[in-house]
């Protein structure tokens, strides 16, 4: 896939039907979906749990593009190579969930998948100047991790302001997980995010112009974001 900085929208799963998740799947990417955002969380790193790599393997042949896990779990790298063998085509591990980030973002290239490097809100962007060398996305979390629909934590604008100086021509994308809405969307994209996952938006936010099954919003938050 050749790198491109245009707009894509990653619905979270996690807002999902738990119970349904292949017609979820098929319905987002219907409504124009670019990505699907998986969330693996481990009642660990984070106060939440979902699934592990058995749900992303049965989840996969429902999706036709990309599949982007995101995992909240620690420690990482003893389960890599499952969610690689469940089919993700990105992996993103949190910098704080370990004391390797470094290997372990060199672990998830190793399986030939691409690498993701996720911050949550409190922590600061100097070390992810180490880590660009490893890395094809950084995750910029704008809620603290764990659950879905939280508000958007605002002061994370000038952290990716920074971020996207930093990145500067090499080709590693900037995601937004977190209190993305049709309000949010424009603000972000203006700072330098290029992929925007959004779960209750989505899933919850239907309307009369997004007749989806699910209530599927998405074209509605593309249009946002190009404002
Ligand atoms: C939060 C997850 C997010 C979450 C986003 O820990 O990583 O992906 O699903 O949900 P919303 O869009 O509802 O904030
Ligand atoms: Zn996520």
Not at 45 to 67: E, S
Not at 81 to 96: M, N, T
Not at 126 to 145: E, G, I, K, Q, S
């Amino acid at each position: 896939m050749t790198f491109s900085r245009q707009i894509k929208i990653a619905p979270s799963i996690l807002a999902a039907d738990f119970a349904n998740f292949g017609a979820e799947c098929r319905a987002i990417e219907a409504q124009g979906a670019d990505w699907v955002h998986v969330d693996v969380m481990d009642g660990h790193f984070v106060p939440n749990i979902t699934f592990g790599p058995a749900t992303c393997a049965a989840i996969r042949p429902h999706i036709r593009g990309f599949m982007d896990v995101h995992l909240m779990i620690a420690p990482v790298d003893s389960y890599i190579e499952a969610f690689a063998e469940a089919g993700a085509d990105l992996i993103s591990a949190h910098l704080e969930a370990g004391p390797h980030i470094h290997r372990t973002l060199q672990a998830i290239r190793a399986t030939g998948k691409k690498a993701g490097l996720a911050i949550n809100p409190g922590t600061g962007i100097d070390a992810v100047a180490h880590l660009l060398d490893l890395v094809d996305l950084v995750c910029v979390m704008t809620v603290n991790p764990g659950f879905g629909g939280q508000k958007f934590i605002h002061s994370q604008l000038d952290k990716v302001r920074s971020l996207r100086q930093m990145i500067g021509d090499r080709p590693i994308h900037i995601e937004i997980d977190g209190g993305v809405t049709v309000e949010t969307a424009p603000l972000v994209v203006a700072a330098g995010a290029d992929v925007l996952v959004a779960g209750s938006a989505v899933f919850k936010g239907g309307s009369v112009d997004n007749p989806a099954p699910y209530g599927v919003n998405i074209a509605a938050i593309r249009a946002a974001a190009a404002r």
